[in-house]
């Protein structure tokens, strides 16, 4: 059915969400070469992962939070956590524990989740295209974010006109830009302002739900 769609379209434009691999599947299906409006897969590997996009973060000097897998932690550096399953798209399967007993035992029995100190600040999403001369930032969005005894519930975002230090976020998106290959269509990106500092959280190399906020 897919592939019959494709065969006549003029473009491919895929949307799916990067959890188990659904988006790259989804590009793999443009065996007609169609021309297609897409991030490349290279960069959907690194950004599908939380992990690797920490750690693409830390190599390029981009301010991120602290991030560890089931083999690798410190549960000492502080008391309140969030496992985020390392593939997730958006917070369907974010858990909050202040037990760091129970946060092991939760880790040693879902081995594909990441963890990351919990820090409660102004969530925001950009929604991003790269162009080879320069990056357009379509919006900032405000996100709509509640803390619950033992999750974290995403509820929308709302378009703003401002956003502070604007101008720190614009050059760490193209820093982003620059160094992460294949990052070339449109993409979201997740951060958090706590205590006037900036933590860069996720990539999303595709349309976003706050994709709306600009079509209004």
């Given at each position: 059915?897919?592939?019959?769609?494709?065969?006549?379209?003029?473009?491919?434009?895929?949307?799916?969400?990067?959890?188990?691999?659904?988006?790259?599947?989804?590009?793999?299906?443009?065996?007609?070469?169609?021309?297609?409006?897409?991030?490349?897969?290279?960069?959907i590997k690194v950004s599908s992962s939380k992990y690797k996009t920490y750690k693409f973060?830390?190599?390029n000097s981009i301010p991120t939070l602290q991030t560890f897998n089931a083999k690798k932690?410190?549960?000492?550096?502080?008391?309140?956590?969030?496992?985020?399953?390392?593939?997730?798209?958006?917070?369907?399967?974010?858990?909050?524990?202040?037990?760091?007993?129970?946060?092991?035992?939760?880790?040693?029995?879902?081995?594909?989740?990441?963890?990351?100190?919990?820090?409660?600040?102004?969530?925001?999403?950009?929604?991003?295209?790269?162009?080879?001369?320069?990056?357009?930032?379509?919006?900032?969005?405000?996100?709509?974010?509640?803390?619950?005894?033992?999750?974290?519930?995403?509820?929308?975002?709302?378009?703003?006109?401002?956003?502070?230090?604007?101008?720190?976020?614009?050059?760490?998106?193209?820093?982003?830009?620059?160094?992460?290959?294949?990052?070339?269509?449109?993409?979201?990106?997740?951060?958090?302002?706590?205590?006037?500092?900036?933590?860069?959280?996720d990539i999303n190399p595709r349309i976003t739900t706050s994709y709306k906020n600009i079509?209004?």
């Open positions: 059915k897919w592939n019959n769609i494709i065969k006549k379209s003029d473009v491919f434009f895929p949307i799916a969400p990067e959890t188990e691999n659904k988006l790259i599947e989804l590009i793999k299906l443009n065996k007609f070469k169609k021309k297609m409006l897409s991030n490349e897969v290279n960069a973060f830390q190599k932690n410190d549960f000492k550096i502080t008391k309140n956590w969030v496992a985020k399953r390392d593939d997730g798209a958006g917070s369907e399967e974010n858990y909050i524990f202040s037990n760091s007993k129970n946060l092991f035992n939760f880790l040693n029995l879902h081995k594909n989740f990441i963890i990351q100190p919990l820090v409660k600040g102004v969530s925001y999403s950009a929604n991003v295209i790269p162009t080879k001369k320069k990056i357009c930032i379509l919006s900032y969005n405000k996100q709509e974010i509640s803390y619950e005894k033992k999750k974290i519930i995403f509820k929308g975002t709302k378009f703003i006109k401002k956003i502070p230090f604007e101008n720190k976020i614009k050059r760490n998106i193209r820093n982003i830009c620059r160094n992460l290959t294949g990052l070339n269509s449109f993409f979201g990106i997740d951060f958090i302002i706590s205590n006037k500092k900036i933590f860069f959280l079509s209004k």
